[in-house]
């Protein structure tokens, strides 16, 4: 069974970066639409953004041209650089497939804060 880990998240005061990382345990990324998805407190998680396996990308309107997604399918490795971030990008980040068919991980926790 394919484990995803996160990792990367802190504290981090706004207008800072962050950059996350997401390791699986098997090769699954490669043949796959990768995405990152968030959960804030009291929310549903949500989509984030994702990569295809040609590299396209995706980002939901508020982390546009803030944040950036890339991979490094020998590595099985999927990356989210996060800059300019803001207090309302404090959440649990997650990645998974972009059709969530692996098995959640533990996520890596973002908060943005003075």
């Known amino acids: 069974q394919v484990q995803l880990v996160e990792s990367g998240g802190g504290l981090v005061q706004p207008g800072g970066s962050l950059r996350l990382s997401c390791a699986a345990s098997?090769?699954?990324?490669?043949?796959?639409?990768v995405a990152w998805f968030r959960q804030a407190p009291g929310k549903e998680r949500e989509l984030v953004s994702y990569?295809?396996?040609?590299?396209?990308?995706f980002y939901v309107d508020s982390v546009k041209g803030r944040f950036t997604i890339s991979r490094d399918n020998a590595k099985n490795t999927v990356f989210l650089q996060m800059n300019s971030l803001q207090p309302e990008d404090t959440a649990i980040y997650y990645c998974?497939?972009?059709?969530?068919?692996?098995?959640w991980g533990q996520g890596t926790q973002v908060t943005v804060s003075s």
């Open positions: 998974n497939t972009r059709d969530s068919r692996i098995s």
């Open positions: 098997g090769s699954i990324f490669a043949s796959n639409a």
């Open positions: 990569i295809t396996t040609s590299g396209g990308t």
